[in-house]
C-alpha cells in the first residue's frame, strides 16, 4: 500500500471538483449565446481569455473583468443569479457580490438582487444598530 499524504489527496480532489465545475460551466455558456457573447466581448475588452473567467482565483484584472461580467448578465439577460454562477463556476453570492461592486466601482444602479451585497448599505444597517466595523465608530 502507498503511503500519501492527506494534503495531496485533499489537493486531487480539489482539482477533480474544479474539473468538474469548468467541464459545466463551459457546457452551459456553449449552450447560452447570450452569455457567451457577453464572455468574448469582456474578453477582449480586458485581455482576459474564458479559462481565466472560470478559474477559482485571478489577479485583480480578471476580477474587475469577473465583477463585469457578472453586473452585465444581471442587467443584459433574464438569468437568475444562481444561473449564471454555474455558468462561472462559482456561488450565487459571488454573482451578487461582484455586480454589486462593479457597479458601486463605476457609479451604476446596483442590478436586482444584488442591492443586499451593496458593502454601504452593510455599514448602515451595523451603524443603526450601534455597532462598528474594524473598529468604526
Known sequence: MVNVPIAALASLNKMRKA??????????LDSDPELNAIVISLGEKHGVGRAEFLAPRGRTKVAAAR???????????????????????RGHTAVLYGAAMHAKRNNLAVPRMA????????LARLKSKGESIHGEA
Open 19 to 28: 474539473r468538474t465545475l469548468n467541464g459545466v460551466a463551459n457546457a452551459i
Open 67 to 89: 465583477h463585469e461580467l457578472c453586473y452585465r448578465a444581471l442587467t443584459e439577460t433574464s438569468h437568475s443569479a444562481v444561473m449564471i454562477a454555474k455558468a462561472l463556476a
Open 115 to 122: 442591492e443586499n451585497m451593496s458593502a454601504d448599505r452593510q
